[in-house]
C-alpha cells in the first residue's frame, strides 16, 4: 500500500533513527519534523505502520519500519510532517495481523457503548498546558473512599444528568458526593475495554450479555471512549480531564482500579489484539505448553515481572499521572504482580519495588487487592519489594469485611477478630500504619449492603452461569425473609445491620471505602456478581436516594463526625498500654463491665473506647458498642473522662428507628438503670451505639432532633 493523496508528509521519506530518537519513549510522540512511532518486538523479522482516514478509519498508507539496526528489539519509524489529527493508526504485526500500539493513549472505533468496537489506535498531542486545580493531597488517615462505575453511578433515568453514564454525567453528581462527605472516588476500570465481550446470554431472551464492570483491558494507558459524552476525536481523554479537575477543585481525590493482570486477548483460543502479536513470552506467563497459563481465570496472565511487561505498566501508570493528575491506583487481583516467569510468587518483586521507588509515583496512593484467582493470599502481607519502602502500599483488608459481617451478623462470633480490625489491624499491618488498611464491608465484587442483609444465598441465574457464579461464602443474613418484605420485624434487623456496618466503618482505624449507592439502600436484588448486567440491576437507582433520606443524612453524620473525632481517625494502630498521665490507653476493651471484655467463641458484645491525649493530638474519646445477640443487653459504659460526661451519637437500635445525632450537638446521655444505680447502656439485639465524651461546659448546648 503506498501512500495516499493528502497525507502530510506524503512526499518526504520516513526516517528511521533521527537525532536523539533512541530516547524517544514508545508509542506515538509528537516530535517536531512530525510524529515518532517507536514500538518493542524482539522476536518480529518485519513491522509496518498503517496510518487509517481518522474519519472512517480507511488505509492511507501503510509505512514499513526499518529493521533494527542494534539488538533490543525497539522499532522506530518518524513520518514528518504528520499531526494529531492527520491520521489514525494500526500496527501491522509480524503474522500480518493487525494490532493496536500497546501504549495508545487513544482508541477510536469503539465511542457507541454496546456496539462492537473496531478500534484503532489516535495520536495525541499531550495536555494542553492550562492552570490545574491543587491535588488535594489528603493525610493517608482522613481520607473516605467513595468506590463508584463511571457508567452505572448515572446512567439510570432518575440521576437527572444531561449526560448519563459518562465522565460528563459524573461531573454533575460531584454535589452529592460533597454533601455526602466522601473525599475520594475510586472508579472501576476506565482503561479501554470491549463492553461486548461476554460469552454468556441472557436465560430466556438469549440476549448477549455485557461485560459492563470492565476488568478486560485492551489498552492499559487509553480512556474508555464510549465514557466520554462526546466520545469523537478522543473526546474520552479531554472529558476525564475535566472530571479529575472537576474533582480536585472539589477537594476530592481520584484513585483508578487498574488492571496488570490479564488482558483481553484470552487464551490460545482468544483474539490477538496487541500484547501477543508482538512479544507473548515478554508479556504473558507461558506454560510448557507455549499456552497462556491461566492464574486470573480469564484465561491469561500478565508476566508482571518480566522487563518488557515492567515497562510496559510503569509507562501507562506515569501516564495517568502526567497526563490526568490522577492521585492512584488499586491494582486488580495483584497478588499476579508479585509472581515470576515461572508463576511462583516472589519475595522481592522488581516491578513493586520500581513502582514504590518510581520518582513520578512517589506521591501517588498505591492499593493492592492483594490475591489472585488461584487462592494466593497476601493481605497483610503483600510485599512492598524493600522493607524501606512498604509503607508506600495500602491493601483492601478482606479481613476486616469478613470480621464485620460475621460478627453483626452472630454466625461467628469473633468478637476479639472484631476488636482487632476496629483498631487498625495491628495483626496484619504493625508498623506499616492504620492507613495499610482499606476497610470496607462491601464493593462491586459482592452483595450491596441492602442485600447483604436481605438474602442468605446469591441469586445469580440472570448471569447465565446457571447461578454457579460469585462470591460462595457471603456471611450474609437475610434476617428472617429471603428478599423483598413488609415485615416490620424483618425490616427492623435489616435497618440495624445495615446502619451497624455503617457505624462500624465510620469509627474504625484505617482508611474507610464504601460502595456507591450504599448511603440510600441500593439493591440488586441478590445478584452478587453483576459485572455482565447493564441494566437496571447494576445502575444506581437515584429515587432511592429520596425514598431513603433518613438513612442517606444518618451517613451523612457519620462521616461529619469522622472529621471531627482524631481518636478513631489514626495513622497508626492505637496501643492498648497506656501512656504515663493519660486517663485510658489509645484503646481499651470492655464488656458488661468496664475493663472486662469477653473474647470467649461464644460472646456477642464488644465495647471499644478510643482515646487520645496531648502530646498526641487535642483530648478526644468514642466509645463504641456492639451487641449482635438476639436479646438486649445492659452495659455499664467506662467513666468519661474527668471534666466531661457522655453524649448520645449513633443508636442504631432506637425505637423510631436507626438515630444519629448532628455531631457537635449530641445530647447528654443519662442512661438507665436501677433507681439510685449506675447509669448502663441498653442495647438491643443485633445493635449499634456510640458515644462521645464533651466538656461539661458544653453539654448544656442545645441539639437539634436525631437523625
Known sequence: MTASPGLPG????????????????????????????????????????????????????????????????????????????????????PEGDLLLDPRARALAGGEEWGVRPRWRCVVTAGRPRRRRPPRPALPVEDLVVYELHVRGFTRHPSSGTAHPGTFAGLREKIGHLLRL???????????????TDNTYREPGTGRPLANFWGYDPVAWAAPKSAYAARPERAGAVRELRDLVDALHAAGIEVILDVVFNHTAEGDHRGPTLSLRGLDEEGYYLLGPDGRPRNLTATGNTVNANHPAARALILDALRHWVREYDVDGFRFDMAGILTRGGDGTPLADPPLLREIAEDPELADRRLIAEANDATGLDLVGAFPSATASHRGRWSEWNDRYRDAVRRFLTGQD??????????????????????????????????????????YDRPHNEANGEGGTDGIAVNHSWNCGWEGPTERPDVLRRRARLVHGALTLLAVSTGVPMVTAGDEFGRTQLGNNNAYGQDNETSWVDWTLAER???????????????????????????????????????????????????????????????????????????????????RPRLVAPPPAPSGTRWHLFVDTGDEEGPLAHEPGHEPRWSGTGPEGGEPLLRLMAHSTLVLTAVPAAQDDSPAPPGI
Open 10 to 93: 506524503r512526499d518526504a521519506a520516513p526516517a528511521s533513527r533521527p537525532p536523539g530518537a533512541a530516547a524517544r519513549p514508545l508509542g506515538a510522540t509528537v516530535v517536531p519534523e512530525g510524529v515518532h512511532f517507536a514500538v518493542h518486538a524482539p522476536h518480529a523479522e518485519r513491522l509496518s505502520l498503517l496510518l487509517l482516514d481518522p474519519e472512517h478509519g480507511e488505509p492511507l498508507a501503510e509505512l514499513p519500519f526499518p529493521v533494527p539496526d542494534r539488538p533490543g528489539g525497539r522499532w522506530d519509524l518518524t513520518v514528518p510532517g504528520l499531526a494529531p489529527g492527520d491520521a489514525d493508526y494500526l500496527l501491522v504485526g
Open 181 to 195: 462527605g466522601v473525599n475520594c472516588v475510586e472508579l472501576l476500570p476506565i482503561a479501554e475495554f470491549d463492553e
Open 413 to 454: 462470633a469473633g468478637a476479639r477478630e472484631l476488636a482487632l480490625r476496629l483498631a487498625g489491624s495491628p495483626d496484619l499491618y504493625g508498623a506499616r500504619g492504620a492507613g495499610a488498611s482499606v476497610n470496607y464491608v462491601t464493593s462491586h465484587d459482592g452483595f450491596t449492603l441492602a442485600d447483604w442483609a436481605s
Open 548 to 630: 431513603h433520606v433518613q438513612r442517606l443524612e444518618f451517613v451523612r453524620c457519620l462521616w461529619a463526625f469522622r472529621r471531627r473525632h482524631p481518636a478513631v481517625r489514626r495513622s497508626r494502630a492505637p496501643s492498648e498500654e497506656r501512656p504515663e498521665g493519660w486517663e485510658y490507653p489509645p484503646v481499651s476493651w470492655h464488656g458488661e463491665r468496664p475493663g472486662e471484655p469477653d473474647w470467649s467463641p461464644s460472646s456477642r458484645l464488644v465495647v471499644g473506647l478510643f482515646h487520645q491525649e496531648p502530646p498526641e493530638g487535642e483530648r478526644d474519646t468514642v466509645l463504641v458498642a456492639v451487641n449482635a445477640d438476639e
